[in-house]
């Protein structure tokens, strides 16, 4: 069963083929994928096989990725959630994206304590990853203000419409914050 979660603004939900529109939104966009990874989808399929692989990811224990709502608003503003989870290690890593019509409203940090809880308390995460491009200002920033720490750089490690890019990685280490 599905772990949906709640914020005081937000509601941290499963993702399903209705939401196929919200992630088109969010992943077709240049400027939510600029630093990303990824090239942005083209056609609204993609969404629905970017679903299709959350639901499988979560089936596998392998990944946990949640929807984000804001509350009294209907569809997705952009997702959240766990890649590369090992249950048997106790670690994954974060990843998550925003539309940019609610950006710098606090939203990702509300988003990202409520999943920093659930990794812990009930994943029972002992490390909690992240991977940035250096150029991502906003993203570096977040994590280190959500308790992140800065553990160095991966070179030529992503690249991004066929350009290499270095990467700092982060630690969160639940045992260690106050969450």
């Known amino acids: 069963m599905f772990p949906n979660l709640e914020t005081d603004r937000l509601i941290l939900r499963e993702i399903t083929h209705d939401d196929a529109q919200g992630i088109f939104s969010c992943f077709s966009n240049p400027d939510v994928l600029r630093y990303y990874g990824q090239d942005p989808l ?7 096989g970017l679903i299709k692989f959350f639901a499988k990811s979560f ?22 959630g766990f890649n590369s989870w090992s249950p048997k290690h106790k670690r994954a ?11 710098r409203k606090g939203y990702m940090s509300e ?3 409520e ?4 990794g812990s308390q009930t994943l029972g995460l002992t490390r909690i990853g992240a991977v940035v491009f250096i150029e991502n200002q906003a993203s570096n920033n977040l994590l280190s203000n959500m308790g ?32």
């Open 42 to 48: 083209e056609t609204i399929e993609q969404a629905t």
């Open 59 to 80: 089936e596998e224990k392998k990944g946990i990725r949640w929807g984000i709502e804001v509350k009294g608003e209907k569809g997705l503003i952009g997702s959240i």
């Open 93 to 103: 890593e974060i990843g998550y994206e925003i539309h940019p019509d609610y950006w």
């Open 111 to 113: 988003a990202i304590k």
């Open 115 to 118: 999943i920093l809880s659930f």
């Open 148 to 179: 992140f720490e800065r553990e160095g750089i991966l070179k030529n490690y992503m690249y991004q419409n066929g350009k290499v890019y270095d990467t700092f990685v982060y630690g969160f280490f639940p045992q260690k914050q106050d969450i």
